[in-house]
């Protein structure tokens, strides 16, 4: 059996290798894929702006499509999309808060890669990717992470591997795109992280 | 002495006769996503079955809340959780069966063998260091066991690199140790969530609030730590409920955010007194 692991420090040295924008694509698709999270949370409980987060996202990739946001408009939907975040301390407990937090945190890391060009920003979008997919799993199956055998169960779980893999593939993707190339390929990846986002937590992602 | 390891830091573990690339395993049709490639073509046996997302699995997010006993001390905001729309099975309806492909997703394929080995170098897998990853791993879930601890840590794990974090996180005052498995996480999560850690005569239970630790803070676990999980439930109630439940004595309590009042009284339930904002003892009676 061979298991993809997430290491944080082993993806911000890939992320490194790429220029300061991919880095922002790669962001932005994981945040793409966990949208749906947060809208559904939004359905559920009434809390939260799914509207005006999708909004906030579409808007980074039209920047880094080369319709750039100001310095002051990227501070301002930082801003906006922190205050989207929902909150355990505001909001009456459900499963579907944890996930929802790290879809808009997800937003958060994009938008603040593209301010601070930092892979570390791009990495800890991705790990919101893992957190959420995690609590999902433990949640869902029941897990107590203290019993023998659970974190192997949790991290071969086909929905964390498949994530993993989506942001695998996307890196090198995004590793091995020429400059003449990367407009194409931000679309493609852009596309395709809307289309697979309804599957994330699904069978057949 | 703080970092010192059991073991010569140039010991290698013995890897003879095993193998370090898993041949024989895809794992992009075990989860069902495209590889990130084009490929060879596959033999006919390991064609999707064409079988598209299934409609009525395609609408986020959606499961059973934990169940949670009527009796937790703590329960934070919500004496009655909203429903969820699923109420099947606790099982995942999406785990597969090896050789099942049904679910695969648009556009999948299967992976020629040296695609895998490709993945040996990769970030996300690392398949030369598995069979390790593998022992430690076993390791981790043995020593996170309270049941296993006692029994089954022994000699064969000190060459892999066991007893350094051990050592380490032996030396490490509760409200410190509490501070460096909250720091794993991100910025903003660290703002939002809580970790406890409460001292016990079983070992250091290791806790988090409502949606308990992230993966990253339960990697970041040493030996005779022990993970908690509570969901819905503040880090100190979830921390005291597992040492409960395994009936272990609490000795000592640290918490990164400030002890809510209802948690304050749960700690006086447990025999524990308030030192600080953050902190408690629980004196031998």
Same mark, same amino acid.
């Given at each position: 059996?061979?298991?993809?692991?997430?290491?944080?420090?082993?993806?911000?040295?890939?992320?490194?290798?790429?220029?300061?924008?991919?880095?922002?694509?790669? /962001?932005?698709?994981?945040?793409?894929?966990?949208?749906?999270?947060?809208?559904?949370?939004?359905?559920?409980?009434?809390?939260?702006?799914?509207?005006?987060?999708?909004?906030?996202?579409?808007?980074?990739?039209?920047?880094?499509?080369?319709?750039?946001?100001?310095?002051?408009?990227?501070?301002?939907?930082?801003?906006?999309?922190?205050?989207?975040?929902?909150?355990?301390?505001?909001?009456?407990?459900?499963?579907?808060?944890?996930?929802?937090?790290?879809? /808009?945190?997800?937003?958060?890391?994009? %938008?603040?890669?593209?301010?601070?060009?930092?892979?570390?920003?791009? /990495?800890?979008?991705?790990? +919101?990717?893992?957190?959420? %997919?995690?609590?999902?799993?433990?949640?869902?199956?029941?897990?107590?992470?203290?019993?023998?055998?659970?974190?192997?169960?949790?991290?071969?779980?086909?929905?964390?591997?498949?994530?993993?893999? +989506?942001?695998?593939?996307?890196?090198?993707?995004? %590793?091995?795109?020429? +400059?003449?190339?990367?407009?194409?390929?931000?679309?493609?990846?852009?596309? +395709?992280?809307?289309?697979?986002?309804?599957?994330?937590?699904?069978?057949?992602? | 002495?703080?970092?010192?390891?059991?073991?010569?830091?140039?010991?290698?573990?013995?890897?003879?006769?095993?193998?370090?690339?898993?041949?024989?395993?895809?794992?992009?049709?075990? @989860?069902?996503?495209?590889?990130?490639?084009?490929?060879?073509?596959?033999?006919?046996?390991?064609?999707?079955?064409?079988?598209?997302?299934?409609?009525?699995?395609?609408?986020?997010? *959606?499961?059973?809340?934990?169940?949670?006993?009527?009796?937790?001390?703590?329960?934070?905001?919500?004496?009655?959780?909203?429903?969820?729309?699923?109420?099947?099975?606790?099982?995942?309806?999406?785990?597969?069966?090896?050789?099942?492909?049904? @679910?695969?997703?648009?556009?999948?394929?299967?992976?020629?063998?040296?695609?895998?080995?490709?993945?040996?170098?990769? !970030?996300?897998?690392?398949?030369?260091?598995?069979? $390790?990853?593998?022992?430690?791993?076993?390791?981790?879930?043995?020593?996170?066991?309270?049941?296993? !601890?006692?029994?089954?840590?022994?000699?064969?794990?000190?060459?892999?690199?066991?007893? *350094?974090?051990?050592?380490?996180?032996?030396?490490?005052?509760?409200?410190?140790?509490?501070?460096?498995?909250?720091?794993?996480?991100?910025?903003?999560?660290?703002?939002?969530?809580?970790?406890?850690?409460?001292?016990?005569?079983?070992?250091?239970?290791?806790?988090?609030?409502?949606?308990?630790?992230?993966?990253?803070?339960?990697?970041? $676990?040493?030996?005779?730590?022990? *993970?908690?999980?509570?969901?819905?439930?503040?880090?100190?109630?979830?921390?005291?409920?597992?040492?409960?439940?395994?009936?272990?004595?609490?000795?000592?309590?640290?918490?990164?955010?400030?002890?809510?009042?209802?948690? *304050?009284?749960?700690?006086?339930?447990?025999?524990?007194?308030?030192?600080?904002?953050?902190?408690?003892? !629980?004196?031998?009676?």
């Amino acid at each position: 059996m061979g298991i993809l692991r997430f290491d944080q420090a082993s993806l911000k040295t890939e992320l490194d290798r790429i220029a300061a924008p991919l880095r922002v694509v790669f /962001a932005a698709a994981v945040a793409e894929r966990l949208l749906p999270a947060y809208v559904n949370f939004s359905h559920k409980t009434g809390w939260g702006n799914p509207q005006l987060l999708a909004e906030i996202l579409e808007r980074l990739w039209r920047d880094v499509d080369g319709i750039k946001m100001s310095p002051e408009e990227l501070q301002q939907n930082i801003h906006l999309s922190t205050e989207l975040i929902p909150q355990e301390d505001e909001i009456s407990w459900v499963p579907d808060l944890a996930w929802a937090e790290d879809a /808009a945190a997800a937003v958060v890391y994009a %938008l603040s890669c593209r301010q601070s060009g930092k892979s570390q920003d791009a /990495a800890w979008a991705a790990t +919101r990717a893992y957190d959420a %997919l995690d609590h999902f799993v433990t949640t869902q199956e029941d897990i107590d992470p203290s019993t023998a055998g659970a974190e192997e169960r949790i991290v071969s779980n086909p929905l964390i591997q498949a994530e993993f893999m +989506r942001q695998q593939r996307d890196l090198r993707e995004l %590793l091995a795109v020429d +400059r003449e190339d990367e407009s194409a390929l931000i679309q493609k990846i852009r596309q +395709r992280a809307k289309a697979e986002s309804i599957n994330v937590f699904n069978k057949g992602s | 002495m703080d970092d010192y390891s059991l073991v010569p830091v140039d010991h290698q573990p013995d890897f003879e006769n095993v193998s370090l690339v898993p041949v024989d395993y895809d794992p992009y049709a075990a @989860a069902g996503v495209a590889p990130p490639v084009p490929i060879q073509p596959q033999p006919a046996q390991n064609q999707p079955t064409a079988n598209g997302p299934d409609p009525a699995q395609t609408s986020g997010p *959606a499961v059973s809340a934990p169940t949670a006993a009527a009796s937790d001390p703590v329960q934070p905001n919500n004496p009655s959780p909203a429903p969820t729309s699923s109420s099947g099975p606790p099982t995942l309806a999406n785990q597969q069966q090896p050789g099942d492909v049904s @679910a695969v997703g648009p556009g999948s394929g299967g992976l020629v063998p040296a695609k895998i080995a490709e993945l040996g170098s990769d !970030f996300y897998n690392q398949s030369i260091l598995k069979p $390790l990853r593998d022992l430690r791993a076993m390791g981790h879930d043995l020593i996170t066991d309270p049941a296993y !601890f006692l029994h089954a840590v022994g000699p064969s794990l000190v060459g892999l690199g066991m007893s *350094a974090p051990a050592a380490r996180v032996g030396s490490v005052g509760v409200a410190e140790r509490a501070k460096e498995i909250h720091n794993v996480l991100d910025a903003i999560a660290r703002r939002m969530r809580t970790t406890a850690v409460l001292e016990t005569d079983a070992g250091r239970i290791v806790a988090g609030g409502s949606r308990d630790l992230s993966p990253l803070q339960r990697a970041a $676990l040493g030996r005779g730590e022990i *993970a908690a999980k509570a969901p819905r439930t503040h880090a100190e109630a979830t921390a005291l409920k597992k040492a409960a439940s395994i009936g272990a004595t609490p000795s000592e309590l640290a918490v990164t955010r400030t002890i809510c009042p209802k948690c *304050a009284a749960l700690v006086e339930s447990f025999g524990g007194k308030l030192t600080s904002r953050t902190t408690a003892v !629980f004196p031998r009676r």
